[in-house]
């Protein structure tokens, strides 16, 4: 199927993923590209319409940042944000200067004229009559004269052409951003330009998606074996869903319990992909091999190093299992992974380079080592469109608007040395405060504290601390809870939970968990702590 496609080029904003995140919520799809991709590549792509994102550069001291000259000769609408009405305005004939007055944050913008992008399109209206925007601004350049054909769209105080367009070309450009939730009408805009100006049909749904998805799988994997690394997360169980989906029985899912798992969930795993879907899954009872290799590390770098490692080790060994057992000899021929495009985006091109604060783990980096094609099916799509597909699919609710959790599991959550009875402990700590979360309900929102949360559970600390109970001295472990919201990841806020729910989280675990007599709650935020403890 051929879906009308938006081209975001991206100038190096920060932002650049959420406009993807919102033309994809506006049913149409989009891919985000550097913005000096060839004018063959642009051609071939036959988008529908362009958008050029914001930069941290100006147009008058970078002379090479600038739009291919394709994007101005291929005839389709073009929307500029932020930089990308700044070099639209210096390519087509207008000009920038720099401004002492910079504008960051919260500004109030005022529509001019009628033009397609604005018109009905408002926050509120002046005594004048002059429809008014809220908005978020982040520049400290801005046009100073307009393109020829060009008209004013918007202004502010500060910044007099703050909008500008030519209807007749299909170009609009804004200098603040529709794509961040602050500009309350920027869903609204963003929707108007790619619908209603580009004509983009609007035929991105994750329902009908599957069908697309499996004809795809199926017409690249033929009669060919699959394996996949399941871990009951939500990107590999969707990823298997829709692969079984395509192929049934030529897939093999590999679910490797390390013995840092949550508390049942081997059994859970196993009862929804081998009880529920019938897919074949290959549970390997690898925690001797982990705990073993763990046995008196206590270094968090190498812990992780430890368990990438037998990892790869586990995937080799059943790789080749597969390969002995089929009599074809033909044997898995494919990896899949559960990839999804914010490891596609923020994986490409121009990535700085980083201190490696920690080594995260998971499958990757296998394919070379095991001699297999990588099947990815959700490359192209967000989490949230994940989820989707995941209850399309006819997974469970619960199952698809879980947490994530870390490929290391609770070997990064027993700080220092790994030991299986300190994971036993762990397991029933965690399994109550997830419990409680999962019942609690915040009355403001009617949302669960679970689903209010992004990311919760608990660490185990390997000190005791002296405590009484019955009327008897206890001298026993110490936990931690840790509860943070976040929408990247990358910083987070300590969730404030009520402190009736710590209440009974710390009581039910003193109470039920023998060998816990102390229950501490996380209120460090990242940066400059961590999401995870290790
Ligand atoms: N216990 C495991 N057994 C097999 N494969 C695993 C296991 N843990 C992690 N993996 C592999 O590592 C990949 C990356 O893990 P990651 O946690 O980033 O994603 P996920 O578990 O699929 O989803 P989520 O982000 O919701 O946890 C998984 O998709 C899976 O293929
Ligand atoms: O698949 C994973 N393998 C890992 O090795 C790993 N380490 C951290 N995480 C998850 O990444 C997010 C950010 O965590 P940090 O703030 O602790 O770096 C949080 O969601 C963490 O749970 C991992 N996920
Ligand atoms: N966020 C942006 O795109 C900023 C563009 C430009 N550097 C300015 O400050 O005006
Ligand atoms: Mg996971």
Redesign the pocket.
């Known amino acids: 199927m051929q879906h009308d496609k938006i081209l975001i080029l991206d100038f190096g904003s920060q932002v650049t993923q959420l406009i993807a995140r919102r033309v994809r919520e506006a049913q149409v799809y989009c891919e985000i590209h550097p913005n000096d991709v060839s004018e063959d590549f642009i051609r071939a792509f036959n988008p529908r319409g362009i958008i050029l994102s914001g930069s941290h550069a100006s147009t008058y001291e970078d002379h090479q940042l600038r739009a291919p000259q394709q994007v101005w000769d291929l005839g389709v609408p073009v929307l500029g944000i932020c930089y990308g009405m700044q070099t639209m305005a210096v390519q087509l004939g207008g000009s920038v200067e720099w401004s002492d007055h910079r504008e960051f944050g919260y500004a109030e913008v005022r529509a001019h004229g009628h033009t397609k992008l604005l018109d009905g399109v408002e926050d509120f209206r002046t005594a004048e009559g002059h429809g008014m925007l809220k908005v978020w601004m982040s520049h400290g350049d801005k046009v100073t004269t307009l393109p020829p054909g060009f008209k004013l769209m918007a202004s502010t105080p500060s910044c007099p052409i703050a909008g500008m367009a030519d209807e007749a070309r299909g170009y609009y450009a804004v200098q603040f951003h529709p794509e961040v939730t602050h500009t309350l009408q920027g869903h609204a805009m963003l929707d108007r330009f790619v619908r209603g100006i580009c004509g983009c049909k609007g035929d991105w749904i994750m329902g009908d998606y599957i069908e697309e998805a499996v004809a795809r799988i199926r017409e690249q994997v033929g009669d060919e074996e699959v394996i996949l690394g399941l871990s009951g997360?939500v990107d590999s169980s969707v990823a298997a869903a829709l692969i079984h989906r395509a192929i049934g029985d030529q897939l093999t899912c590999v679910f490797v319990d390390h013995g840092l798992l949550r508390l049942n969930e081997g059994r859970m795993v196993m009862e929804m992909f081998a009880g529920r879907l019938h897919a074949k899954v290959v549970h390997v009872e690898a925690a001797e091999q982990f705990m073993g290799h763990l046995q008196g590390v206590t270094d968090p770098e190498q812990k992780?190093k430890i368990i990438g490692r037998e990892f790869v080790e586990v995937f080799k060994a059943e790789a080749a299992k597969l390969k002995a057992a089929d009599a074809s000899a033909k044997g898995a021929k494919w990896l899949a992974q559960g990839t999804i495009y914010p490891d596609v985006v923020e994986s490409g091109g121009t990535q700085t380079k980083k201190a490696t604060?920690?080594?995260?783990?998971?499958v990757g980096g296998l394919p070379e080592q095991l001699g297999l094609k990588l099947l990815e099916p959700l490359r192209e799509l967000f989490k949230d469109e994940v989820r989707e597909l995941g209850v399309a699919l006819g997974l469970p609710h619960d199952m698809v608007y879980r947490h994530?959790?870390?490929?290391?599991g609770l070997g990064?959550r027993i700080l220092g040395e790994v030991k299986a009875e300190f994971a036993a402990l762990l397991q029933r700590a965690d399994h109550i405060f997830i419990e409680e979360l999962r019942k609690t309900v915040d009355e403001a929102t009617g949302k669960t504290w679970y689903d209010l949360t992004s990311?919760a559970f608990t660490v185990f600390l390997p000190v005791k601390s002296v405590g009484v109970m019955g009327d008897g001295r206890t001298y026993d472990y110490v936990v931690a809870l840790r509860a943070v919201q976040t929408s990247d990841?990358m910083t987070?806020d300590w969730a404030e939970l009520p402190y009736s729910l710590l209440k009974r989280v710390s009581s039910r675990i003193i109470n039920e968990v023998r060998g816990i007599n102390r229950v501490t709650y996380d209120v460090s935020s990242?940066p400059p702590a961590?999401?995870?403890w290790e």
């Open positions: 997360g992780r604060i920690k080594s995260h783990h998971n994530p959790f870390p490929g290391p990064v990311q990841f987070a990242k961590t999401i995870e």
